[in-house]
């Protein structure tokens, strides 16, 4: 990749072939393994986005009522309920700088370095966006859909955060942990035992599913100054994005090869589509 920059930035190239490499170096990075955008219910793309919002309408839960009716009377008129709620994109970017100097000084692994960087720190705001959503939605419940693991995540708390789901009618699809959640988990006698696991490699007893959801572990939105989060979500009705402006790059300032510096830029709004479907334990 770095040879590649070189060759264009050097050569009489035309500057949309630079910005194109540039561009493919920046999303090359933003494929680390992050788990928001996994987590998607709905992801709404620009051309969907008439203005700078979007009006997203909602079905209400058993809105619709079927009515006993005597014999010759009137079938009663019955219209489902719907909610609403909208996005409105935010804008998001930074400016990894590619100077002249850098180019002449040929120091092509400080900028692939830096543009890569760029693309994973855009990607990383993206995924903190999400995750943060998945707290917000269990608190707007109702009946908070918490649960208090205390000073370390017990076997019994996993059961309690689903039932809080499936008492909405959800099911528990993915559950993400921090890895101080996991270390608690690894060390559950239940999930340590590989004849009530389930699985015949101990190490591996908490990789792939747990209660038949799948489980992933980060660091990234799954704690405050305050607790360590386990969260467990319906991937199919818990998280939306609106997406006005994905991951941009643009050039400015063009001073070598039409080239010194570049914009990262993108248009974000994420939230919680069905608050029911989110639920979360924390312990200290």
Not at 1 to 27: C, D
Not at 143 to 163: D, K
Not at 234 to 247: F, G, Q, S, T, V
């Amino acid at each position: 990749m770095a040879k590649r920059l070189m060759e264009l930035m050097q050569t009489t190239s035309e500057p949309e072939m630079i910005e194109s490499e540039i561009y493919g170096t920046v999303i090359e990075a933003v494929k680390k393994n992050l788990v928001g955008t996994n987590l998607l219910a709905l992801r709404i793309g620009a051309s969907a986005i008439p203005g700078g919002s979007i009006d997203i309408v909602t079905q209400d839960k058993d809105s619709m009522i079927a009515h006993k009716i005597a014999e010759g009377a009137e079938i009663p008129i019955n219209n489902e309920a719907v909610s609403y709620f909208t996005l409105t994109p935010e804008k998001y970017g930074l400016r990894p700088l590619v100077t002249k100097e850098m180019i002449e000084d040929n120091k092509w692994d400080i900028i692939q370095r830096q543009l890569q960087e760029a693309g994973y720190t855009m990607q990383k705001q993206l995924d903190s966006l999400i995750m943060a959503q998945i707290k917000a939605g269990a608190d707007a419940n109702s009946t908070a859909h918490a649960v208090n693991g205390g000073s370390a995540l017990t076997f019994s708390n996993i059961p309690e955060a689903i039932l809080k789901l499936e008492e909405d009618d959800h099911k528990a699809t993915d559950m993400v942990i921090h890895p101080e959640v996991a270390n608690d988990i690894r060390n559950i006698a239940e999930f340590v035992h590989a004849d009530k696991s389930g699985v015949t490699n101990v190490s591996q007893s908490l990789i792939g599913t747990l209660f038949d959801m799948k489980v992933w572990v980060s660091t990234n939105g799954t704690s405050d100054s305050s607790y360590k989060y386990a969260y467990v979500v319906d991937r199919n009705h818990a998280l939306c994005l609106a997406e006005k402006r994905p991951i941009t790059v643009e050039r400015y300032n063009d001073v070598t090869r039409d080239l010194s510096g570049i914009a990262i830029t993108a248009r974000w709004a994420a939230r919680y589509l069905r608050p029911e479907a989110c639920a979360y334990i924390y312990t200290t």
